[in-house]
Nanobody
Framework: QLVESGGGSVTAGRSPRLSCTDS????????MGWFRQAPGKEREAVAA???????NFADSVRGRYRLTRDNRKNTLTLQIDNLKPEDTGTYYC????????????????????WGQGTQVTVS
C-alpha cells in the first residue's frame, strides 16, 4: 500500500516536498516513481528511481525535481524546487517489484501499485 502526503495549495516559488510511504512487500529489485496528472491532461511520469540507482526525470521538471529514497522507512520523497503554475496537478506515487526502471522516464513502464494521489495547486 502506498500513501502519499505533502500536497496542498502552495505559493509559486516555494519548494514543497511530497512523500510516499510503501507499507507493502519490500522488493530488492524495483522501480518507484511519481506521476502527475495536470487538469485536462493525461497522467505522465515525472520522476522515477530504481534499485540500480538510476534516476530519471521528465524534461519539463529536470533540474527542479529531486528524488530521495529512505530504504529503512520505505519512503520516496519528491522535492520540488521553485514551484511553478505548471506543476499544478494530482501527484501519484507508484511502484513495481522485480524490474528496474527503463533507460529514460518515457520507458518507465507499467507500474504495479499506486497511491491514492495528492493534489498540488500552485497559487
Amino acid at each position: 500500500q502506498l500513501v502519499e502526503s505533502g500536497g496542498g495549495s502552495v505559493t509559486a516559488g516555494r519548494s514543497p516536498r511530497l512523500s510516499c510511504t510503501d507499507s507493502g512487500y519490500t522488493y530488492s529489485t524495483y522501480c518507484m516513481g511519481w506521476f502527475r496528472q495536470a487538469p485536462g491532461k493525461e497522467r505522465e511520469a515525472v520522476a522515477a528511481l530504481d534499485s540500480d540507482g538510476r534516476t530519471n526525470f521528465a524534461d519539463s521538471v529536470r533540474g527542479r525535481y529531486r528524488l530521495t529514497r529512505d530504504n529503512r522507512k520505505n519512503t520516496l520523497t519528491l522535492q520540488i524546487d521553485n514551484l511553478k503554475p505548471e506543476d499544478t496537478g494530482t501527484y501519484y506515487c507508484a511502484t513495481r517489484g522485480g524490474f528496474v526502471c527503463g533507460p529514460s522516464i518515457a520507458h518507465t513502464g507499467r507500474m504495479e501499485y499506486w497511491g491514492q494521489g495528492t493534489q498540488v495547486t500552485v497559487s
